[in-house]
């Protein structure tokens, strides 16, 4: 069987790196639809605290349309972030902590 053409989306770091064209075997899973990917995302988050990886669409319209879901995803975690640390009060409470890594962060001293 002929290879299929799909197109990788590539996260390091939490940032878009690339989106590439490339072929693949004809049994490779290749989403057929944002849902997926996006609930691939997410579990990435849990599981590594980041959004890195390589997701496969069968469009490059798909993987454009993710690429720019993961940055807004990012996007939001950061603006949560920022409220967050500018609604802090320091005084009260010296040492603050991203709550969206509540439990997975560990004091480095």
């Known amino acids: 069987m002929a290879a299929k053409r799909a197109y990788k989306v590539v996260v390091c770091n939490n940032l878009i790196a690339a989106i590439e064209s490339l072929e ?35 469009s490059i319209h798909k993987a454009k349309d993710f690429a720019l879901v993961a940055l807004d995803f990012v996007k939001k975690l950061t603006e949560k972030s920022e409220q967050g640390l500018a609604a802090h009060n320091f005084y009260d409470q010296p040492t603050w902590r991203n709550p969206s890594l509540e439990g997975k962060q560990k004091l480095q001293h």
Not at 40 to 53: K, M, P, T, V, W
């Open 24 to 58: 693949v075997a004809p049994e490779t899973e290749v989403a057929e639809d944002n849902l997926s990917a996006s609930l691939q995302l997410a579990q990435n988050f849990r599981r590594q605290n980041a959004i890195d990886g390589e997701y496969l669409f069968a």
